[in-house]
């Protein structure tokens, strides 16, 4: 009978076993319990319906990866066996992660974009506005690729007065994403108007520095509007969603924002035109004013107001006149009237008068006591006064007067 061995001797018979039989292994499964270390290392659980299998991930492949984990996430694995003697332990170590059904640049894409959106980076309300006229420009793209030239040659064509500043920056490979991020920040801190990042076509392992976060941040993070113009019109990269503006091609990107100095020439014309019909009708419109108030300055001068008042005091002064002659007249037809009436009056009194005063006299004569006393004729008198006889009662004491004798008497009987 054979001594028995150790457990590490166990282990380490069937660590060499299993390495050596699964020296590379392609295996498809759902991600569960994943751990990012602070190490760098990444540790999951592979699993399908009824086993499961530890995963590591050591930090240099773990960087190569272009998308993160998640939990659920189906998988596919290019790896080796390994066995870790100390516990008897077996896992799968990971040198290659892809999502299963879709591309890994695909998946980190996506994954990129919903985390961005959420974090705000592509709302309207965080673009900056571009300005109308741009007088500088920072072009981070390559020094020496086409599309540089491009931009050059629409700048020169649209906007000759354009003050460019290219930034040489490396656009394509493993660390074009931190050069871009760095000369954007750099180009931020030049003052200019606008910033354009960007470069010409190509695929999408071609395009992908500009699909990494560390380019979305620095273009949120500038101050200076940022123009995305990457590849051509149907690529769509993170730096477009994030940018204040997109352009389909780094071409179309200077005819966007450039003004086109013909176009502005003939605006100019226009305006020019414009102004000068509009400086014609506004010294027409001031030329008729100024006659208006001169005229309304001679109507209320001093001299104007003094003439007016002379007249309106000669016109008031005829009419006083008039007036009063008016009065006058009238006043003098009525005193010869009253004149008139008071004469005829006074001659119809008068002959009033002188026919009552010849009534009186004519009366005083008829009634004159002395008359007729030639003729037997006396007079009754009674206590010192003229009566009736047939006033006189029985034994009244009356005189007869005559004209020349006075007879005393008494009533005896009347009959």
Known sequence: MNSPQSVTSLNTQIKSLLESTFVYAHVEGEVSRFTYHSSGHLYFTLKDKNSSISCVMFRGNNKKMKFRLEEGMSVIIGGSISVFVPRGSYQLNCVSIEPSGSGALAKAYEQLKTKLKGLGYFETENKKEIPRYIKSLALVT?????????????????????????????????????????????????????????????????????????VANAIFEAKTPVVSAVGHEIDFVISDFVADLRAPTPSAAMEMILPDKNELLMSIDNQAEQIKRSFVRVISQKSSELINLKNEFQRYSFEQKSYLLSQEIK????????????????????????????????????????????????SLTSKNPTLGLNETYAQVVKNGKTIKPEFLKVDDIFQLQTKSTLIKSKVLDII
């Open 142 to 214: 390559s020094g020496t690729g086409a599309a540089l030239q491009d931009m050059l040659r629409v700048a020169e064509k649209r906007w000759p007065l354009i003050k460019l500043k290219v930034i040489d920056t490396i656009v394509q490979g493993e660390n074009s994403a931190f050069n871009i991020a760095k000369n954007i920040k750099f180009a931020d801190s030049l003052g200019v108007d606008v910033i354009v990042t960007g470069r010409g076509g190509g695929s999408v392992e071609d395009l992908w520095g500009f699909n990494e976060e560390v």
């Open 315 to 362: 016109i008031l002064r005829e009419k006083f006149n008039t007036k009063i002659s008016q009065i006058f007249q009238e006043e003098k037809r009525k005193i010869e009237y009253l004149n008139e009436n008071l004469s005829f009056a006074c001659r119809q009194n008068i002959l009033k008068k002188e026919q009552a005063l010849d009534s009186l006299k004519n």
